[in-house]
């Protein structure tokens, strides 16, 4: 029977993961109370494709590769095989179903916090699961409501402003981007020629 574990759940489309999502994750399962980050590839909208965003085999393969000599960070597909669309209240409920000795917390940025209180059933996360925050640079006012909360975890991890949208770009326009991703990453999607397309 398995030991149980805290994870935290670090959601994202990963499009591609880069080194910003490498080093959050490992600083959250380094310096905090996790035994494990679970970084939860969020799978295609149906009623939101988009040609930018690579199929979900791939971009789950990436997360794959990067994770591969971090034995606490693992990638998982959980989401793939809900009904869409999903809402993290779902996927977390579904978790605690299918590891029920396991606990689960979320990870997310300060500046998600922000729209924290849009999130469907916000309330029942907020009660149920703690959340672990990791700085941003963001503009516009900090969220103030969730500051006292119990359940709120800040975390001094690095601040990384590194986005999917800037490597993707740079790739699509010949620039050298292999200092930004993991290097087996890298070699995959350069012989994949994943982005290299205007349309992405």
């Given at each position: 029977?398995?030991?149980?574990?805290?994870?935290?759940?670090?959601?994202?489309?990963?499009?591609?993961?880069?080194?910003?999502?490498?080093?959050?994750?490992?600083?959250?399962?380094?310096?905090?109370?996790?035994d494990e980050v679970w970084m939860v590839v969020?799978?295609?909208?149906?009623?939101?494709?988009?040609?930018?965003?690579?199929?979900?085999?791939h971009r789950l393969a990436m997360v794959r590769i990067?994770?591969?000599?971090?034995?606490?960070?693992?990638?998982?597909?959980?989401e793939f095989d809900l009904p869409q669309p999903n809402y993290t209240v779902n996927t977390l409920a579904h978790l605690e179903e299918k590891y029920p000795d396991h606990s689960f917390c979320l990870i997310m940025g300060e500046d998600n916090l922000k729209s924290f209180h849009k999130w469907k059933n916000f309330e029942v996360i907020q009660q149920r699961y703690a959340i672990y925050i990791y700085p941003r640079i963001s503009e516009g006012a900090s969220e103030t409501r969730f500051d006292d909360h119990p359940g709120i975890v800040k975390v001094k991890a690095p601040i990384m402003e590194i986005s999917s949208t800037f490597i993707r770009k740079g790739?699509?326009?010949?620039?050298?981007?292999?200092?930004l991703l993991p290097a087996a990453v890298w070699k995959y999607l350069d012989e994949?020629?994943?982005y290299k397309n205007p349309a992405s």
């Open positions: 029977m398995a030991k149980a574990k805290t994870i935290g759940l670090y959601f994202g489309t990963f499009n591609p993961i880069h080194i910003g999502h490498m080093v959050i994750a490992n600083h959250m399962v380094e310096y905090s109370d996790l969020t799978p295609h909208n149906p009623h939101k494709k988009k040609k930018s965003l690579l199929d979900d085999i990067a994770t591969e000599d971090y034995p606490k960070l693992k990638a998982s597909n959980i790739i699509r326009n010949g620039k050298n981007m292999m200092p994949m020629n994943f």
